[in-house]
């Protein structure tokens, strides 16, 4: 078992047993200090209560947000100096150049993708983006992530839990590709009617 297992399974083990709370502080963690995704209690819970499952997507989108309110805050008062500490230099420089690419939309972006979202939490609070423009990102980019695997595992349970596990990723990616998409050519037709 590596490394990444044990830490998924402990997290199951401390978490899963005090429910949404659990799924909360997960969540609130995950978006600014903690590894784990929340994604891995979520599905845990919606699948031993369907029923709960859009209840279990807003607690913890409401956690990530907050969470990553918590991050911005971290990256607005401690800077570049303590971010060094949290990532590496080559985390930091992608997240830069992803903020002067795309603004807040990059916060979307990392908030639906499996881009790990902290790092763009605190980027934002050390580049100073709008905390609105930021909550906004994050609401939609991180609601949009939980509800669609609630409402995925209300209708096909295990089937759904099996499909995830295997296409998260590329399903994640694909949509932030149509987002970027949608950004270059909303831009290009911005400039086109200037011109």
Do not use: C, H
């Not at 607690?59 to 401690?78: D, E, M, N, W």
């Not at 994640?172 to 909303?186: D, F, N, P």
Request: proline share 4%; no cysteine; aromatic share 12%.
């Amino acid at each position: 078992m590596g490394i990444v297992d044990e830490l998924l399974r402990w997290t199951r083990e401390v978490f899963m047993p005090i429910g949404d709370a659990g799924l909360f502080i997960l969540a609130f963690l995950e978006s600014s200090v903690f590894p784990v995704p929340p994604d891995v209690l979520l599905i845990a819970l919606a699948l031993a209560n369907p029923a709960l499952a859009l209840y279990y997507a807003t607690i913890a989108t409401v956690g990530s947000v907050l969470g990553g309110v918590a991050g911005y805050y971290i990256g607005l008062k401690g800077g570049r100096r303590v971010a060094k500490r949290i990532f590496s230099e080559r985390m930091l420089a992608r997240a830069d150049e992803y903020f002067k690419e795309y603004g807040v939309w990059a916060v979307l972006i990392a908030a639906f993708s499996p881009i790990p979202y902290k790092v763009f939490t605190i980027a934002s609070g050390i580049f100073r983006l709008s905390l609105k423009g930021f909550i906004i990102a994050s609401i939609i980019g991180r609601g949009a992530r939980f509800y669609a695997e609630a409402v995925l595992i209300m209708l096909w349970g295990e089937q759904m839990l099996a499909f995830i596990d295997e296409n998260l990723e590329i399903v994640s990616l694909a949509v932030a590709v149509a987002i970027i998409a949608y950004i270059v050519l909303r831009r290009r037709l911005t400039k086109a009617r200037r011109v």
